[in-house]
């Protein structure tokens, strides 16, 4: 698991890498997954958005072109960089997510907050508490979208780990959506899982 200094050094070829990945594992299905949270979002135009995890801003850049209000967390100074170049006007908070979401930001309400490929860095019960806390600070019918490395089981997940072994990150939390979807239930909280593709998925989870 990389450390924010893991990700300063990668933040210069981050997007170029990912380009040349989206084909295989860790990545496989990468744009897709973003398209598929960007085709999410309804009514763009002045839609309050926080990116958790908002690296490079591939997906996010794109809201803010459509008028999105842009707040971001990152615990990467080179990778928040990259994202104020593409969005200058967007607040982007230097912040370690364990912590939960930073003060300044908790007083918000968002209509979408969103992560892509960032929350394998908690535990599942890490997760559920974040998860927990990122839905307070929706608006009423607001959404909170969670994509990242994921399976629809555990099964699924545990064949992806014989066949990637070479590439599999041990200290890294990949959600089975059978687990995940579960003890969310046990808390009272209905969300929907849809896989995208062989490695990557999708949690929705609305405030109602
Ligand atoms: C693989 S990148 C994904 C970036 C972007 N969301 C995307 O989809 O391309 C993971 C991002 O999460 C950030 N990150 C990882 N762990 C974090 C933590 N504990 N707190 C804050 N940011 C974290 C990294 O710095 C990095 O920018």
Redesign the pocket.
């Given at each position: 698991m990389l450390n924010?200094r893991g990700?300063d050094r990668w933040s210069e070829e981050y997007d170029e890498f990912?380009k040349k990945s989206s084909v295989e594992y860790p990545f496989d299905g990468y744009y897709e997954v973003?398209e598929f949270v960007y085709n999410k979002i309804q009514s763009k135009k002045k839609a309050r958005i926080l990116?958790v995890?908002?690296?490079?801003g591939?997906?996010t850049h794109r809201l803010y072109k459509d008028g999105a209000v842009i707040y971001g967390?990152?615990?990467?100074r080179e990778?928040i960089q990259i994202s104020l170049e593409k969005m200058p006007s967007a607040i982007i908070l230097q912040?370690?997510?364990?912590k939960g979401l930073p003060m300044e930001l908790q007083k918000e309400k968002f209509d979408y907050i969103i992560s892509?490929?960032?929350i394998h860095?908690l535990n599942d019960d890490k997760k559920i508490e974040f998860i927990v806390k990122l839905r307070d600070s929706l608006k009423e019918n607001g959404k909170l979208i969670i994509a990242d490395i994921s399976f629809e089981t555990v099964e699924k997940r545990n064949e992806c780990k014989s066949k990637y072994a070479d590439k599999w990150d041990t200290d890294e939390f990949y959600m089975a959506a059978v687990e995940i979807l579960a003890k969310l239930k046990a808390i009272g909280v209905d969300a929907e899982y849809t896989q995208i593709s062989a490695c990557a998925g999708v949690l929705e989870l609305l405030k109602s």
């Open positions: 924010d990700f990912v973003l990116d995890g908002i690296g490079t591939v997906l967390v990152d615990f990467s990778m912040w370690d997510f364990n892509t490929y960032a860095h």
